[in-house]
């Protein structure tokens, strides 16, 4: 008898799969190059949200954000915080991740502003043809 | 009863799950380039009722500005100045067939890997327990020894600064190398001082008004966000990148003119400059105060060690504030502010002055 909460997290799983490959799709076969911009922050977003999966527990009834709610613990409490707190490093690596996603996209952003400007064109075919 | 009530979480999970496979797909294939971009922000919307019901909240923070507020606005702008439709005529479907295959495959192998790294049971859904290092940050955060502990109740923000320091140092570098090159992609390029009247750009009166109230309450906000980062969800990421949305509505409903009368790109690139600085302040301050007195002292070092008695106070007054780490949130939110206010400037100066300069050059 295969438990609800794994079914359910199962889809969960599976459909954040699918938006990767729709999303690696645009990023091979769409030839604009916003519309490239835009799958490779889909892609990037889908890989973030499968590092917090990662970190995820089970607890009973169900788990805790990772910050106390105290200043001055007992260890009693801090023992009940570390058995149902979810994994506090994925969140700390993708914090700094997003927001130099941010940075790096406005930097391809502007790159593609620049091939505008210069190409007259943003569609990646016509720009190959015209080699510089 | 109660067990219809605990699975509601996961419930709402895998729905919010599916209707982002849904907007991600109307992303993808959508043709009208503005429409695209209002898919992905809802497809982002969902990703962050994902992380919130996944309970991190200091991802919640930092993800909806970014995604569902600054992306959306950065490529709507690219896209008025480029091309408004996609052409996608002349894709053949047998390259478009055997490029998906290739993809779908990729995923496949790596989402069987990723299983393969949870479990070898293949039980998709998590343990009870989580790995040995976490659960030491979980115990040692907030702990009475202080040679261990790094003083914070936020575990997510002792993690950044003080237990994985040299990773966020890195990375604000990166941040760093990105910002000089746009900048030295828009060199020469400077926001035209011409006479202008308020009344006659932007949005309606309503727009202005609204956003005449709106912008301090946002700007508090932000700042509470970063300050109180070693208590609450929060930090210097959080509360820079959702101060930065003040710039951009500035520069949507009102001008680029009017947001230049606040953010002059010189004092922003001095002021993101005094941000990397305390910044290295905050990774060597332990250091300076170990060389001035003698004693021995590490980089990155916040509370005292063993072999090095030295750190800074965990309280002034009864207040907690966790040693470097108040000086970190802050330095890092006048950096990430400042640097997304320059290029947001930078991208929103009008294409007939940038033309010019570009012509100028060619010349």
């Known amino acids: 008898m295969i438990d609800v909460r794994t079914y359910l997290f199962t889809v969960t799983y599976v459909a954040i799969l699918v938006n990767i490959v729709i999303s690696l799709y645009g990023v091979f076969v769409r030839p604009n190059v916003i519309k490239k911009i835009i799958a490779l922050s889909i892609f990037g977003d889908s890989i973030y ?35 149902t707190a979810v994994d506090p490093v994925p969140p700390a690596l993708v914090l700094t991740g997003v927001v130099i996603g941010l940075a790096v ?21 016509k720009i190959v043809r015209m080699r510089g | 009863m109660s067990e219809l009530y605990e699975l509601i979480p996961y419930l709402v999970l895998s729905i919010t799950a599916l209707a982002s496979t849904i907007s991600v797909y109307l992303a993808i294939i959508e043709k009208d380039l503005i429409k695209a971009v209002l898919y992905s922000a ?22 909806i500005p970014v995604s569902v507020g600054l992306l959306p606005a950065i490529l709507i702008i690219a896209v008025k100045k480029t091309e ?31 299983l393969l790294s949870h479990a070898i049971t293949f039980a998709i859904f998590p343990s009870t327990d989580i790995r040995t290092l976490a659960r ?3 115990n040692t955060t907030l702990w009475w020894n202080r040679m261990f502990s790094a003083m914070s109740p936020e575990s997510v923000t002792a993690i950044v600064w003080d237990y994985r320091g040299l990773d966020t140092y890195f990375e604000t570098s990166v941040m760093y190398l990105a910002i000089i090159g746009a900048l030295a992609l828009a060199r020469y390029i400077e926001i035209p001082k011409k006479m202008f009247k308020e009344e006659a750009m932007g949005m309606s009166i309503i727009g202005k008004m609204a956003t005449r ?19 609450t969800p929060g ?3 959080q509360g820079g990148v959702t101060a930065a949305v003040t710039v951009s509505l500035l520069i949507f409903i009102f001008s680029v003119y009017f947001a230049a009368r606040f953010f002059k790109i010189n004092t922003a690139i001095l002021l ?50 966790s040693g470097t780490l108040l000086i970190f949130n802050t330095s890092e939110f006048l950096a990430v502010v400042m640097g997304f206010a320059i290029l947001f400037l930078l991208l929103s100066i009008p294409e007939e002055n940038v033309m010019e300069v570009i012509r100028g050059e060619v010349e």
């Open chain 2, 136 to 138: 030491w940050f979980l």
């Open chain 1, 49 to 83: 949200v499968y590092s917090i999966l990662i970190g995820f527990r089970k607890a009973e009834p169900y788990p805790v954000i990772p910050i106390m709610t105290t200043w001055q613990p007992s260890s009693e409490y801090i023992s009940q915080f570390a058995s």
């Open chain 2, 42 to 63: 809802i497809q982002s919307t969902f990703y962050a009722l994902i992380f919130y019901l996944l309970m991190v909240p200091d991802i919640v923070l930092v993800y």
């Open chain 1, 105 to 125: 996209m406005l930097f391809l952003v502007f790159l593609a502003l620049q091939t505008y400007r210069l190409f007259g064109t943003l569609d990646i075919r």
């Open chain 2, 84 to 114: 408004k439709y996609e052409d996608v005529t002349g894709i053949s479907k047998t390259t478009s067939t055997i490029i998906l295959t290739l993809v779908v495959i990729f995923t496949l192998i790596s989402g069987y890997l990723l």
């Open chain 2, 235 to 237: 930090g210097g990421f």
């Open chain 2, 272 to 321: 993101r400059i005094i941000g990397l600085i305390g910044i290295i302040l905050a990774a060597t301050i332990t250091l300076i105060i170990g060389f001035l007195t003698g004693q021995q002292a590490y980089i990155f070092q916040n509370q005292p060690k063993v072999i090095a008695q030295i750190g800074l106070p965990y309280e002034i007054g009864g207040n907690l504030i």
């Open chain 2, 213 to 231: 109230i709106m912008v301090p309450m946002i700007l508090i906000v932000a700042v509470s966000i970063a300050l109180h980062g070693h208590l």
